[in-house]
Each structure stands twice: as C-alpha cells, then as structure tokens.
C-alpha cells in the first residue's frame, strides 16, 4: 500500500512539472489584467518574395512594453481585447521576414532591426471604425563586432472601415514595413556604427546630440519650433513676457527687434518659452512648466485629445491611456513628457481630476 502511495505522488509531481512546463509555453498578453481575453495577431504573407543581400535577420523587441502589440475592439459590444503575437514579437519577425524574403546565392550579410515601437489600436465612431498604427525602427547592416544604421522608420498610420478593422489596420501595418524593409534589402548604404550595447540604449544617445538634453542650463529665448528648441537655438531672443495673476500663466510675449522696437507674437505660433533657465511649453490650455527627469522633459497639464490620427498616437505611451483622454472633460491633469525626435505631447498617466 505504501509503494502504492509513494508511486501516486511521484506520478502527481511529474504531471505538474510538466502541467507548468506547458502553461510557461502559452502566450501571456496580459499580465496586469489576466481576466482580460487575446487574440493573435496574423501576419498575412505578400504575394511574392524580396530578392535580398541579407541571409539572416536579427530582431530586437526595444519596446518599453514588451507584452503586448496594442488594444482592439471585438464584438458587437467593442469589448476590449488584448493583441498578442503567438510568440515573442522577435521572434514572429524574423519568421516573417525568412518568409518573405530570398536572398541571393552570394547573399552572406546580416541585418539587425531594432523595433522600437510597433502597436496598433481601434476606435469606434458613429459610422465606422478607425484603426492605427504605431511604427518606429531603425536598420542596421551587421560589420564585424558592430553595426552600421543604413535606414529608419518613425511613422503612424491610419484607416477607416465600415466593417470590422482589425485584420485591415494589421496587414496596412505589416504592409508599409514590408515596403521599408525592401527599400533595404538590396541597397548599399552606409551609416553611423554603433555596437549592440549602444543600441540597447539607442534612445539615450540620440538625446546625447540634443543641446537641450545635454546643457546645464537651457538659453533663454522664444523657439518656434521644437527643433529650435532641442538645438538650443532660440527663434527671438530679445523678449519680454507680461505674466498674468496665475502661475505661468503668459498672457503676452513681446518680441524686441534690433531697434527696440516691440511686437506682440502670436502665442499658437510658440513651441516653447525659456524664461530665465525655466522652460514653458505652450499648450492649447496655456503655458506648463517643463521639467527635466530621467532624460525626459516632462510636465503636468490639462489635455484632450480629438479621434484623428495625430492626436491619437503621439508615442506607444499613449495606447495604455488612450481611452482615459478621448473620456477627459478638460479639466484633468495628466502627466506628460515631450517625445524627443519630434516634440509631440504624450499622455503618460492621469494624475488629477
């Protein structure tokens, strides 16, 4: 009897190692919500095959969250739903890109994309669904120990459909990838070598060539645009600011030519004000002080975001707050930082209502 027992039990552990073997397999989309159901994201194959220089294809998943490639909509209640790859994102890649792609007889290169951002979202309007894209991914061509950056993509997508947009707004995502791939698979280009290492932290050294990110103490001035800002170079820098009764609250911002002649400029047309070594940003609900944190420059501000495509995706941040905004009443305060290759406002958290 006690042989018995002993064997059961051993039976018993060998069925749940192996049980949590096979569950360890299984796609975890959502760890946070895991009530939450998923679906799997298809890549569809294009009708033919890339000629190509590369034989191999390395692909690496940069994104901040790794778990998931964005939110959709299923059903006639638009319920929620997780989308998943089958595998690792990188994974899946590489197995599409080997599919769509034959390389020469002498092919002998290896291409390294670094993805970056790669999400897609939906939303539903009166008549028809809108679905977006989010793409950002740099391309490298492998030499020796490092790699050479031949080409990159910072992009967002959109379409429109009466019917369901899932499948469409995936395949117009894969679809202009495929197309900037092919733009690389038999050029010869040259770039700027970095090694793996700096590649993980690619974000970082971009903002190293920033003046902004990289100064003790920003110039004063009016910038017009966000690369103004970034170069540190001011658009006016003989001004002078006539402050309202609230905090950084500007209710004009006059501009002095060579003569000391005044003009009064056009706030809308302002990215951002630098007061005495302290950043304002102009917002379509006034000036925020920017502050400077983690390699982000940040601030706290009220925002509302419209369903157009601009609005909607300024960074992969926004995917995880997206329905939060389109719901904000104008009063709420959210936690924003400026997305630092194009100056885009992103919607990190709400923080106040």
Known sequence: MKIFILWTLILLSFVQIHAQKFGDNQPKPTPKKSEMRYHIAKFSLPDKKI?????????????????????????????????????????DLERFISLI???????????????????????????????????????????DSLFELIDDMDLVLEIKSMLDVTKRNINNGMKVFTEKLAQNLSANKTGEKFTALQIQNFEQIQKNKLAAYTTDKLKDGVYFTFKSFADQNPSASNFKIVYGKKANQIDQVIGLNASGKELVLNKEQIYCIVDQGKALISTNFGFYELKYEDWDFCFEGKNKVTANGQDVIL???????????????????WLQKIDYMGGA?????????
Not at 107 to 115: E, P, S, V
Not at 121 to 133: M, R
Not at 315 to 333: K, P, Q, W
């Open 101 to 143: 792609t034959n390389p020469y007889p002498n092919a002998k290169d290896t291409m390294l994309i670094n993805i970056r951002e790669m999400y897609f979202t939906e939303l539903t309007g009166a008549s028809s669904e809108k679905g977006f894209c989010r793409l950002r991914a740099e391309f490298f061509i492998k030499k």
């Open 345 to 353: 406002i992103v919607p990190m958290r709400k923080i106040q209502e």
């Open 51 to 91: 000629n190509s220089k590369y034989n191999s294809f390395i692909v690496w998943d940069s994104r901040k969250d790794t778990r998931l490639l964005g939110i959709i909509q299923k059903g006639l209640l638009n319920e929620k739903v997780a989308l998943v790859t089958e595998n690792s994102l990188s994974q």
């Open 315 to 333: 960074a992969g941040a926004l995917f995880g707050v997206l329905g939060g905004i389109l719901a904000s009443n104008e009063t709420e305060i």
